[in-house]
């Protein structure tokens, strides 16, 4: 059974640049998108995602807010920040606030891809 996705991003280009690379993936499918933090966490309650990948920087709340709530509401949900963050405190924020990896929009999404396999699978392997 393929493990869910839940995208969140306030640009529309990459939520569907990203939905389109994880359902090329038969192990994965998305199974909603959000275009902020508190959109996120309502659509993270309604479909119980077993991932969420989360932007950083986004209108009405931020990545690192909604983690933070996240992590409250599914502690065994890892949270994946794909962003163009750059510097060491944003870095050490996300992890302090629960994010498993950090991934940055400048490398290839085929990174994000490996990094989601590693986090959902990593019990099989």
Known sequence: MAKTILIVDDSAYVRQALCGQFER???????????????????A???HPDLIVLD????????LDAARELRGLMPHVPLIMY????????EQQARL???SELVSKSQPVAI????????????AA
């Open 25 to 43: 993936e038969s192990e994965f499918e998305v199974c909603g998108e959000a275009e902020n933090g508190k959109e996120a966490i309502a659509k």
């Open 112 to 123: 994000l891809v490996s990094k989601a396999r590693k986090l959902l699978y990593r019990e």
């Open 45 to 47: 309650r309604e479909l």
């Open 56 to 63: 950083l920087s986004m209108p009405i709340m931020n990545g």
């Open 83 to 90: 962003s163009l963050f750059g510097d060491a405190f944003a």
């Open 97 to 99: 606030v629960g994010i």
